[in-house]
């Protein structure tokens, strides 16, 4: 396992639709979205097996939810991951839209392209 001798460091990559999280300047892991009018879908979140049991997860989902309130946005946790850290953070309840089939129909349709 890795240790990381820096704090883990998390990106906007607008160009792909996702978060990133580095530690030590290498990609640890990332979560995937793709932006629904004003709401911002999270459909998938990973982390590297290199660095698993670190909280990096953690860490990555809750700057990424920050980011999207400040971005003005709303959250759809489609991904498993967000939707079991968001009944843990309720302090992100006011800006979380359920998931719907409508939600998840679009989402396929984006992730075709």
């Not at 932006?35 to 990424?64: C, K, M, N, P, W």
């Not at 939707?83 to 075709?112: G, M, N, R, S, Y």
């Amino acid at each position: 396992m890795t240790q990381p001798t820096a704090a883990p460091v998390v990106r906007h990559v607008e160009a792909r639709h996702r978060y990133e999280i580095l530690v030590d300047d290498r990609r640890a892991g990332l979560t995937a979205y793709r932006d629904r009018d004003d709401q911002r879908v999270f459909y998938h979140t990973e982390i590297d097996d290199a660095f698993a049991g670190q909280g990096l997860a953690s860490v990555l989902v809750q700057q990424a939810l920050t980011d999207v309130r400040a971005s003005g946005k709303r959250i759809v946790p489609v991904c498993p991951y967000v939707a079991k850290f968001l009944k843990k953070h309720d302090e992100f309840a006011d800006i979380t839209d359920p998931v719907t089939p409508e939600v998840l129909q679009w989402l396929e349709t984006k992730q075709q392209h």
